[in-house]
């Protein structure tokens, strides 16, 4: 299996600030990384797929980048909305693995 | 805009047989482009991707759960299933059905609400 991590594991951060969560895979997966954003007791929300395509409806301040091995998702100015937990996921191969999470808090 | 809605008992006794269903409305779920996946969460804890059906009925398992699920589809009711046998404790989550965006990428682009099945005597 493809065991994918994420760093930091939680972070605390302003409104207004811009924040960057990295996520590695064990192997190499190309541009097969997906981000999701998951609020207490609702189901994850697909933010960018392929490593850097921004789902529809998603808002611009959310971006991600990267291939192979080491990707990072970056929120450019934090809003209220976006405090929530950010998971990774490899959609290379099955199983489909992600990432533990990052818990963003406000500061 | 598609939904969908997991449906099935919220508690399972040990060693007993864990069934779910997903409803599927606004998209057709004999759709080429997509497949139709189970993950689950235990409380307070990361994803785990359980599996994917076809509307064909071809599937794909995690190996780690492979001997004990089956997902099954009924193309005519719009639903898909899961069962998963022999369950324990560690099987106590919260259940989801996606859909499988399966382009040129893949992702799970729709997502059910969840619902939470504890085993428990």
């Known amino acids: 299996d493809i065991q994918m991590t994420q760093s930091p594991s939680s972070l605390s951060a302003f409104v207004g600030d811009r924040v960057t969560i990295t996520c590695r895979a064990s192997?190499?997966?190309?541009?097969?990384l997906n981000w999701y954003q998951q609020k207490p007791g609702k189901a994850p929300k697909l933010l960018i797929f392929?490593?850097?395509s921004l789902q529809s409806g998603v808002p611009s301040r959310f971006s991600g980048s990267g291939s192979g091995t080491d990707f990072t998702l970056t929120i450019s100015s934090l809003q209220p909305e976006d405090f929530a937990t950010y998971y990774c996921?490899?959609?290379?191969?099955?199983?489909?693995?992600f990432g533990q999470g990052t818990k963003l808090e406000i500061k | 805009q598609v939904q969908l809605q997991e449906s099935g008992p919220g508690l399972v006794k040990p060693s007993q047989t864990l069934s779910l269903t997903c409803t599927v409305s606004?998209?057709?779920?004999?759709?080429?482009?997509?497949?139709w996946s189970w993950i689950r969460q235990p409380p307070g804890k990361g994803l785990e991707w359980i599996g994917y059906?076809?509307?064909?009925?071809?599937?794909d398992y995690n190996p780690s759960l492979k001997s004990r699920v089956t997902i099954s589809v009924d193309t005519s009711k719009k639903q898909f299933s899961l069962k998963l046998s022999s369950v324990t404790a560690a099987d106590t989550a919260v259940y989801y059905c996606?859909?499988?965006?399966?382009?040129?990428?893949?992702?799970?682009?729709?997502w059910g609400q969840g619902t939470l099945v504890t085993v428990s005597s």
């Open positions: 996606a859909r499988v965006g399966y382009t040129t990428m893949v992702y799970f682009d729709y």
């Open positions: 606004g998209g057709s779920i004999s759709s080429g482009d997509y497949y």
């Open positions: 059906i076809y509307y064909s009925g071809s599937t």
């Open positions: 192997q190499t997966i190309s541009s097969y």
């Open positions: 392929a490593a850097s």
């Open positions: 996921q490899q959609s290379y191969s099955t199983p489909y693995t």
